[in-house]
């Protein structure tokens, strides 16, 4: 019963020998000798729509002008 136990663990290993396969780290293709002709084709016609300039309404208003903002804080340190 070992015996043929052991025999079918070599056949089977011998199977999965046989199907495993191998592949190149890498292909290389050989365009030198070819040929390729072909059409440059346009488009029929163009559509190019303008978009809107996207309006986004800001939470925090930008301060342009600091000069009362660096008066008062002035005036605190003294």
Excluded at 46 to 65: G, Q, W, Y
């Amino acid at each position: 019963m070992i015996l043929l136990l052991a025999l079918m663990n070599i056949a089977f290993a011998a199977d999965d020998e046989e199907d495993r396969v191998v592949y190149k780290k890498t292909t290389e293709i050989d365009f030198e000798d070819l040929e390729i002709e072909g059409v440059l084709q346009k488009p029929q016609s163009a559509l190019v729509l303008e978009r809107k300039k996207a309006n986004f309404n800001p939470h925090n208003k930008l301060r342009v002008d600091w000069k009362d903002e660096m008066e008062q804080s002035v005036d605190e340190i003294k």
